[in-house]
């Protein structure tokens, strides 16, 4: 499980500035759709080759009673509660705080690890910046810059090493596991009924007790004979013979999962309009490079005219997941589960497809026959070949020059070309550029 970092500290300290640098998308296609990156407070973080999730909690007023700083106030608690260390930034340039004091003995008490970054150091000395805040007693401040980048990898590498997190990430083979499936999704779109109907008590092997929320809890199963791991989303605890959710809706937890996964369900509700969290949802499924199938619930008793009604907002509203494909289903009733897994099973060979170096440079060579990139300046980027980069989500590495030209209209043309030439339905596709090799 991908560890958890939480990033505390109060109002213009420079929180969302070093998230924003954590967690800077490595999609393009996600950052295409405004809107639904503005306003993250949680992200895939990344710093060389390691990998967190992370949380921005926004500003924290400890001393407020009432009102929206208490309201964000508590969801810095929530944030913390589920962070397995927390950075706590205060301010080079302001010193200390009468709240930054308070901020201190309140994560003293969560006993989380604390690292102790003191931000906006960039161009001062180390012992100026950092003199203030022994009295802190979180040990060691670190001095950094969120705008500039410095100390920032000392900190996280500090942070991760705190939990024991290796440095190298383990090679995982995905191949000769079972497929791992995430079911996400908002509160009460149906995700618990879903897994009840789809594994059913009997069929469930072994369970795991719940933990801290580092701890996976996951559900082999077989169905038509090939084993698959179900992992918790939902809060899914077995209590007597049934799950039950018992926790509440957590965005961590679905970080995580789809993090884990291998290929996630997105579910929806069918009888309500597609919701910003969909969309955020859904984006960090992109994101995170994950096959993707669509279930659109609650499907029984709808209408013809609400059918439409729903169909249409998911293809507006979540135009971005255009390579998944949508099935209506009802967990209550059962229908629509047969056809969701035949396809949760072809969005995971798509994911794992293999893409042969000639196929791959042919297709590359035809698509820039058929339209060139644009120049840039004096040049046009110029393609030479492809080669696979990797799998799950499928990566195709293009090596030419001036590549750094190519536009994203471009690279969405060569990616539908590569979609179709190998037929990658359910998986969203990486293109990486590489110049000059
Ligand atoms: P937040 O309220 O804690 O999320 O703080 P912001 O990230 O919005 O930053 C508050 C202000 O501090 C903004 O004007 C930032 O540009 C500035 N800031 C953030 N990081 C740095 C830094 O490393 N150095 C300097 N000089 N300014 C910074
Ligand atoms: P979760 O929070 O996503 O795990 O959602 P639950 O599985 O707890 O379901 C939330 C509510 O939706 C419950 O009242 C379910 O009975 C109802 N529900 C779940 N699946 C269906 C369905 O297929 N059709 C209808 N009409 N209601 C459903």
């Not at 920032?152 to 991760?160: P, S, T």
């Not at 084993?227 to 965005?251: C, N, Q």
């Not at 659109?296 to 293809?315: H, L, S």
């Not at 492809?386 to 990566?395: L, V």
């Amino acid at each position: 499980m991908k560890p958890v970092i939480a990033i505390v500290g109060r109002p213009n300290v420079g929180k969302s500035t070093l998230f924003n640098r954590l967690t800077r998308s490595r999609d393009a296609l996600v950052a295409d759709f405004a809107g639904l990156t503005r306003d993250r407070h949680y992200g895939n973080g990344r710093m060389g080759e390691r990998e967190f999730i992370c949380i921005d909690t926004g500003g924290f007023e400890p001393v407020a009673k009432t009102g929206i700083l208490a309201e964000m106030a508590k969801q810095t608690k929530q944030a913390v509660v589920e962070a397995d260390v927390v950075i706590f930034l205060v301010d080079a340039r302001l010193g200390m705080a009468p709240q930054d004091r308070v901020i201190a003995d309140f994560l003293r008490k969560t006993g989380r690890p604390v690292i102790l970054a003191v931000n906006k150091a960039e161009g001062m000395a180390y012992t100026t910046v950092t003199a203030d805040f022994y009295e802190l007693g979180l040990g060691e401040p670190i001095a950094i810059s969120s705008a500039h980048g410095d100390g920032v990898r000392a900190m996280i590498d500090e942070a991760l090493d705190a939990l024991g997190i290796p440095d190298e990430p383990e090679e995982d083979d995905k191949t000769d596991k079972p497929m791992r499936i995430a079911v996400v999704g908002r509160p009460n779109v149906g995700k618990s009924t879903f897994i009840n109907t789809l594994i059913g008590e009997e069929r469930v092997i072994a369970f795991d007790m719940p933990g801290t929320t580092r701890d996976a809890i996951d559900v082999p199963f077989t169905r038509n004979g090939k084993p698959y791991v179900m992992i918790d989303t939902a809060g899914l605890r077995k209590r007597g013979k049934v799950f039950e959710a018992i926790e509440k809706f957590s965005v961590v937890k679905t970080l995580q999962a789809i993090a884990d996964a291998n290929v996630v369900i997105l579910m929806l509700d069918a009888q309500q309009d597609i919701s910003e969290q969909d969309a955020h949802i859904a984006g960090f499924i992109v994101d995170a490079g994950r096959a993707l199938v669509l279930a659109v619930n609650k499907w029984d008793g709808m209408d013809d005219y609400e059918k439409e009604r729903a169909r249409t907002d998911i293809a507006r509203k979540l135009r971005f997941l255009d390579f998944a494909n949508v099935h209506p289903i009802s967990a209550i009733k059962g229908f629509g589960i047969k056809e969701l897994f035949k396809d949760v099973d072809a969005a995971y060979a798509a994911a794992m497809s293999k893409l042969p170096t000639p196929k791959l440079t042919r297709i590359l060579e035809e698509a820039v026959e058929f339209q060139q990139p644009k120049r840039v300046g004096m040049s046009r980027p110029k393609m030479r070949y492809a080669h696979q980069g990797g799998s799950n989500p499928p990566i195709v590495v293009i090596h030419g020059n001036a590549l750094s030209g190519v536009t994203d209209s471009y690279r969405r043309y060569l990616e539908g070309r590569f979609r179709e030439a190998f037929k990658l339905r359910g998986t969203p596709l990486r293109l990486e550029f590489k110049t000059g090799q």
